[in-house]
Structure formats: C-alpha cells, structure tokens
C-alpha cells in the first residue's frame, strides 16, 4: 500500500541551529515528491518538489531536500534555522493517473531563541 | 502566480445550516481541484477530487449527499456543507492542480475554518 511515514512528530531546535526532517514513503512506481509547510491556521506553502533528475532539489527558504531511492528516503534539510520556520512540515508523495497526494502525518517544528 | 484563493477564512453557523466554502484558481484554470478535512494538529485527509464539468469522486466514507461539490468553471471549485452539525466542525483546504510539463502540483488555499454551534 502506498503511505508516507513522517517519525518525527515534533522537532526542537536552537535558532541557528542544522535541521534535518525525515521522511519515508512507500509507492509502488517513480514516486513525485514534496514538502509544504503550514503555519498555524493557514494553508500549505510549497517548499520544494522532486520529479527526476538532480536527487538534491533546493527550494524556497533556504530549504533542500535529498530522494534516496534505495532508502526510499526524501529528507529535508536546512542549514541554519530561523524563528520564523517554526511551523508544522508536510511530506507528500503524488500519484500518477489520480493526481492525488498522500501525506505524512507532519512534523511540528519548534524553534529555540 | 499559482495562486489559489479559499473563502470564508472562517464561518460560525447554527446547527442544520448548509455553508459554501469557496475555491477560486486565480491565475490558471484548473480542471482539478481538491477538497482536504484536517482535524487539529492532524493531517490532511483527502474528501474528494472535483473534476470541472463532471461529478466529484468522493473518497471512501466521505459522505457525497452530506459535502456537496460543484466545479461549475475552470477556476472555481465549491463545497456545500449541508445540515452541518457540530461534527462536521473542522478545517477544509482546497488545492488545485497545475500541470506544467512532466511536472503536476497542486497549488493549496489557505483553509476554512468551520465551527458548527
């Protein structure tokens, strides 16, 4: 069955500090990959994709994220945490034919001043 | 551009009411979009694909006769809460699909809030 498996559910971490999200997915086919980001009572910003090519995409915010097939794997980094990416993160795995997305269960992150 | 527009941002209704919320592609046209439930501090669950022109394809045990969609233009997708009760109490997102090329996203709004009294 296809899923996505998200095993941080909540995160801390200092200002500054590395980030790294995890995220795996199980799909059947070449999975498209993504992770939104939600602040509180908002909708889902897109931080970056991966459909083919380049295993590390960067996104907006100073986001990069690394689809390791043989790990079934497309974690999310950042180098240096802000305050303001405090926020709830999404990995989503698109399915061809249906178009729909599978989501994980989210990561809350929290940041430390 | 890619911008997806969702109204009301929040609605407070009665019991027994019915609630239109609103989802509107504002610079593509979408033939797609999609209507999301999440529950606090959940994710998201899929409820349904709206197709433009065509009747909506429900997810298992989502209630058809209870969210009424209607997709009536390539850039405006609606759900109808109908005889909504306090249950039905939730936070709706909408998205809409863009394909570009090989690539297909889905463009998201920024939520309804709905509370049911």
């Known amino acids: 069955a296809q899923s996505v498996t998200q095993p941080d559910i909540h995160i801390t971490v200092s200002e500054g500090a590395s980030l790294e999200l995890r995220c795996n997915y199980s799909?059947?086919?070449?999975?498209?990959l993504f992770w939104y980001v939600q602040s509180p009572g908002q909708g889902l910003q897109l931080l970056l994709k991966?459909?083919?090519?380049?295993?590390l995409v960067q996104g907006i915010k100073g986001f990069e994220a690394e689809f390791k097939r043989s790990q079934s794997s497309f974690n999310l980094r950042k180098p240096s945490v802000h305050w303001s990416d405090a926020a709830e993160y999404f990995c989503?795995?698109?399915?061809?034919?249906?178009?729909?997305?599978?989501f994980g269960t989210g990561t809350r992150l929290k940041v430390l001043a | 551009g890619a911008v997806v527009s969702q109204h009301p941002s929040w609605v407070i209704c009665k019991s027994g009411t019915s609630v239109k919320i609103e989802c509107r592609s504002l610079?593509?046209?979408?033939?797609?979009m999609f209507w999301y439930r999440q529950f606090p501090k959940q994710s998201l669950m899929l409820m349904a694909t709206?197709?433009?022109?065509?009747?909506?394809?429900?997810e298992q045990g989502v209630e058809k006769d209870k969210f009424l969609i209607n997709h009536a233009s390539l850039t405006l997708s609606t759900l109808t809460v109908t005889s909504a009760h306090p249950e039905d109490s939730s936070f709706y997102i909408c998205?809409?699909?863009?394909?570009?090329?090989?690539?297909?996203?889905?463009?998201f709004g920024a939520g309804t809030r709905l509370s049911v009294l």
């Open positions: 989503a795995v698109g399915t061809s034919g249906t178009y729909k997305y599978i």
């Open positions: 610079d593509f046209q979408a033939t797609t």
């Open positions: 998205s809409a699909r863009l394909p570009r090329g090989y690539e297909d996203i889905q463009y």
């Open positions: 709206s197709n433009e022109g065509s009747k909506a394809t429900y």
């Open positions: 799909y059947g086919a070449t999975p498209y």
């Open positions: 991966y459909f083919s090519g380049d295993t």
